[in-house]
């Protein structure tokens, strides 16, 4: 800032501070008394604060009482736009809360539903394998006490309708 410059068709004094919109990145020039306060964006309108150059001291700043009341009440819209977005966000904290808490009852409810059926399961899995070895103790004596030529082969006996 040791040299005047031209923006947009503005003379910069050697005192103004030069910044970009940190919302739309347009250049702008503000006296060196708005350093640190809150001012709309004169592209876009967004409340952004004034850097404060470096070595500036605040105290330096003449600041009227009508700019500190102004910005007094620009504080205050922000610290209102501020408490309306934390009580929203603070519902939405209680609404996702009971979400999990419902989708806390519904995997309790499909853990019960997982156990039950695993318990039919193992019942169904016990009887099939009663079933298996009474059908195995069935076999062996159907062997025993008629054995058949047949037994392991392949082929089961069958009549050639030519022969007969
Ligand atoms: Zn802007």
Not at 13 to 31: E, G, K, R
Not at 44 to 66: A, Y
Not at 131 to 151: F, M, Q, T
Request: proline share 5%.
């Amino acid at each position: 800032m040791d040299e005047n410059n031209v923006i947009d068709d503005v003379e910069i004094m050697p005192t103004d501070i030069v910044f970009d919109c940190p919302n739309c990145n347009h250049n702008l020039v503000v006296d060196y008394r708005a350093a640190g306060l809150q001012v709309p964006c004169s592209q876009c309108g967004t409340i952004i604060q004034v850097p404060i150059p470096d070595g500036m001291l605040l105290d330096d700043l003449d600041c009227d009482p009508g700019e500190i009341l102004q910005q007094l009440l620009q504080t205050r819209r922000m610290l209102v736009k501020a408490e309306n977005a934390a009580q929203k966000m603070g519902d939405k904290v209680i609404e996702m809360t009971e979400q999990v808490s419902e989708y806390r009852k519904a995997l309790q409810a499909i853990k019960v539903r997982m156990e039950t059926l695993q318990n039919a399961l193992d019942e169904a899995n016990a009887a099939q394998a009663e079933i298996d070895s009474v059908i195995a103790r069935v076999i062996a004596e159907l062997g025993n006490s008629n054995p058949s030529p047949y037994k392991n082969s392949v082929f089961s006996p069958s009549v050639d309708s030519t022969w007969s």
